[in-house]
């Protein structure tokens, strides 16, 4: 599974942006998907995730309220819409996608999209 992530930018805060991560491969066998970012100097924490019918997602307390995750499993795609942006929120964001195999969850990652924000 190869994931690619997308909508990264350079935005002022209050604004919105909307990232996107496209799967290409075994896709069929990807479980729960997620975002997940790291600020210079901090750990990578999760963002938000969703299942592998989208019916059901979990936030970051930090973010919830004001990001919304999203999936096209006909497309492969994922989306997080992030709106009243805040510095903080500046990072960079990464897809993950989970895959359940008999050996064990494994993990895909993206090579990440910066999202800065501006005071």
């Known amino acids: 599974v190869q994931l690619v992530e997308s909508g990264g930018a350079l935005v002022h805060a209050g604004n919105s942006l909307r990232l996107s991560c496209a799967a290409a491969?075994?896709?069929?066998?990807?479980?729960?998907m997620g975002w997940y970012r790291q600020a210079q100097g901090k750990q990578r924490e999760l963002v938000a995730a969703i299942t592998s019918g989208g019916g059901s997602a979990n936030f970051a307390a930090s973010v919830k309220g004001r990001f919304t995750i999203s999936r096209d499993n006909a497309k492969n795609t994922m989306y997080l819409q992030m709106n009243s942006l805040k510095p903080e929120d500046t990072a960079v964001y990464y897809c993950?996608?989970?895959?359940?195999?008999?050996?064990?969850?494994?993990?895909?990652w993206g090579k990440g999209t910066l999202v800065t924000v501006s005071s």
């Open positions: 993950n996608a989970a895959e359940s195999t008999l050996w064990g969850r494994m993990d895909y």
């Open positions: 491969g075994s896709t069929f066998s990807i479980d729960a």
